[in-house]
């Protein structure tokens, strides 16, 4: 079992790498801790909306927030360095992948509220940052190691890396993509899988991985059509994370989903497509209700979820914000559903913007 306070330490570099057991790999330098990057220009998201963390994490989430913003960043370059030709920056993955699992270490809650907040400018970076979130957190509520989480997660911030070479003007269409733009798309796998094999200092087992992450285990994903344990657990992972994130998120052609309902296609897509283990997982880690969600009471009353209860996934801890004829508290009452039997969630507030439509 991973100790996420020894990646920490090794994160903020105040302990000597050690070597750990993990899946057979060949070996690899090991890269010196590039200096932190805080480029001037970091795009930031939008002001938190529905889908923000509460107030009170604000202070706690500052550095966690530090490391989600360097992860978008450091794929934004990887991405333009990918389009170009040129190589990708393997000790710079690692520092993100490490800084990720010490943010999930320090605050899970405010960094997954948060990446489900709307992207910044270009979607990719922010997408790609937020898989690579989403599948760590999965990687260790299943206890990987070490090494397992890194070559995950160098996974999870790559596996769209293929992109680069679809023009933009596809990725950004609005309405249905012709067979061709639809053959370029399919293509992005095998091109991701390419452009990690010719990059140096990066595991072998990185490209097999991003080239499996549109495999479903029914048989029916691309680009080989493999099935079940036939994909690599890290693509199964990965693919799982891939469609929950992308449907909490809009698209040029679609709304997003509230994560509530994205978890319920979740564990539908769960029984065919995807790896119930892993769904499984998902559902108990990110919650039906997750941090930050807005959502009506039995009693009429609304409320944020402020924390998840991981036994019991219908009944978080929220804070009660109006009373049953929808007046707002002069202060919030924080209600534990755990302890108030009587007391539950009716449904899940839409944002505004989803219900004028
Ligand atoms: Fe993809």
Excluded at 182 to 193: G, L, V, Y
Excluded at 337 to 349: C, R
């Amino acid at each position: 079992m991973v100790r996420i306070a020894d990646i920490m330490k090794k994160a903020s570099g105040e302990e000597p790498e050690r070597k750990r057991p993990g899946r057979e790999k060949p070996e690899e330098k090991k890269p010196a801790r590039a200096p932190a990057e805080k480029p001037p220009s970091v795009p930031q998201k939008p002001p938190p909306g529905p889908g923000a963390p509460p107030a009170a994490a604000a202070t706690p989430g500052r550095d966690v927030l530090a490391e989600y913003q360097a992860a978008v960043e450091f794929m934004r370059k990887q991405l333009v360095q990918a389009r170009a030709g040129s190589q990708l920056d393997p000790g710079g993955m690692k520092q993100v992948v490490l800084g990720l699992v010490k943010a999930l270490g320090q605050d899970p809650d405010t960094l997954v509220a948060h990446i489900m907040g709307p992207y910044g400018e270009d979607y990719l970076p922010w997408h790609s940052a937020n898989v690579a979130v989403l599948s760590l957190k999965v990687g260790l509520a299943l206890g990987w190691n070490e090494q397992e989480l890194l070559d995950l997660g160098a996974s999870a911030l790559m596996h769209d890396i293929g992109m680069s070479s679809v023009r933009e003007n596809i990725i950004s269409k609005e309405g249905g993509l012709s067979r061709s733009e639809m053959e370029q798309i399919r293509e992005h796998p095998t091109k991701s899988a390419e452009i990690l094999a010719h990059a140096k200092g990066i595991n072998e087992v990185v490209a097999g991985v991003v080239e499996q992450e549109h495999e479903r285990v029914d048989g029916k994903g691309y680009p080989k059509g493999l099935k079940g344990d036939d994909i690599h657990e890290y693509a199964r992972v990965i693919s799982a994370v891939d469609v929950y994130e992308a449907l909490t998120h809009p698209r040029s052609y679609r709304k997003r989903y509230v994560p509530y309902e994205a978890l319920k296609m979740l564990m539908e897509a769960g029984r065919s497509m995807l790896d119930p283990r892993v769904v499984k997982v998902m559902v108990e880690e990110l919650s039906l209700y997750p941090v930050g969600s807005v959502v009506k009471l039995n009693t009429e009353e609304l409320a944020r979820v402020i924390h998840s209860n991981k036994n019991a996934i219908m009944r978080p801890v929220v804070e009660v914000t109006t009373d049953s004829a929808g007046d707002p508290l002069a202060e919030p009452r924080v209600l534990d559903l755990t302890k108030h039997p009587m007391v539950h969630i009716s449904t899940i507030e839409r944002e505004e913007e989803e219900e004028d439509d």
